[in-house]
């Protein structure tokens, strides 16, 4: 069954390091999102790509994280510096189709900032 | 500004009990609306997907419904059991094509 891969599934860094995650959507899937998870929290999202272009990044902290998805197929979000409110998970999800697609999750990145 | 309510926060109930999780949202402009399961530390698992023309989806011991019209969705889950133990988060995609998150319900099924 096809799956979102993500890794790392886990990392501990200490503040002001700079961390990636990376993520490797269903096949064919043009949409990605990366999403973050605060402990106890609902997903909020951070960026969305349609191929390689940003649809939305309104909602992500441009002074430290950056995201790219350079061919449209996988994507790196970076974090530099990380700081300790940067602890949570990070989710990266996929749909066939913008509109109606049903989306798809990874297991996430889990983050922790000492 | 879409926003995503689910009552209760945490529920507790013995094996075998039929329960239904509330999800409410403040904007009916929706695409569909999507129930998710996540376990501890774990992402999140599709579990019932359902289209804004539709009124109710059925996977096994689950069923969803929705009405637009209320601003309503709920998780009906039957015959419940240990393996259930979770958090159910629901979430609408808007007509900005972003999905939106309740803060989820932590539900414990217990022998």
């Known amino acids: 069954e096809a799956e979102v891969a993500q890794s790392p599934r886990y990392k501990i860094t200490e503040k002001s390091q700079a961390v990636a995650f990376w993520c490797d959507p269903i096949s064919g899937h043009a949409t990605l999102y990366w999403y973050r998870q605060i402990l106890g929290q609902g997903p909020e999202l951070l960026v969305q790509?349609?191929?390689?272009?940003?649809?939305?990044d309104s909602q992500l902290p441009k002074d430290r994280f950056s995201a790219e998805r350079l061919k449209g197929v996988d994507s790196t979000l970076k974090i530099q510096p990380a700081e300790l409110g940067d602890s949570a998970m990070y989710l990266c999800?996929?749909?066939?189709?913008?509109?109606?697609?049903?989306?798809?999750f990874g297991e996430g990145s889990r983050l922790t900032v000492l | 500004k879409q926003e995503v309510t689910q009552i209760p926060a945490a529920l507790s109930v013995p094996e075998g009990e039929n329960l239904v999780l509330n999800c409410s949202f403040t904007?009916?402009?929706?695409?569909?609306l999507q129930w998710f399961r996540q376990d501890p530390g774990k992402g999140l698992t599709s579990l019932l997907l359902i289209q804004s023309s539709q009124r109710e989806q059925t996977s096994g011991r689950l069923n969803a419904s929705l009405d637009k019209s209320s601003g309503r969705s709920t998780l009906y889950i039957a015959a419940s059991q240990p393996g259930d133990s979770a958090t159910y988060l629901c979430?609408?995609?808007?007509?900005?094509?972003?999905?939106?998150f309740g803060t989820g319900t932590r539900l414990q099924v217990f022998p």
């Open positions: 979430a609408v995609k808007a007509n900005t094509d972003k999905l939106i």
């Open positions: 904007d009916s402009a929706i695409y569909n």
């Open positions: 999800a996929s749909t066939l189709s913008r509109g109606s697609g049903e989306l798809f």
């Open positions: 790509f349609q191929d390689e272009s940003v649809v939305d």
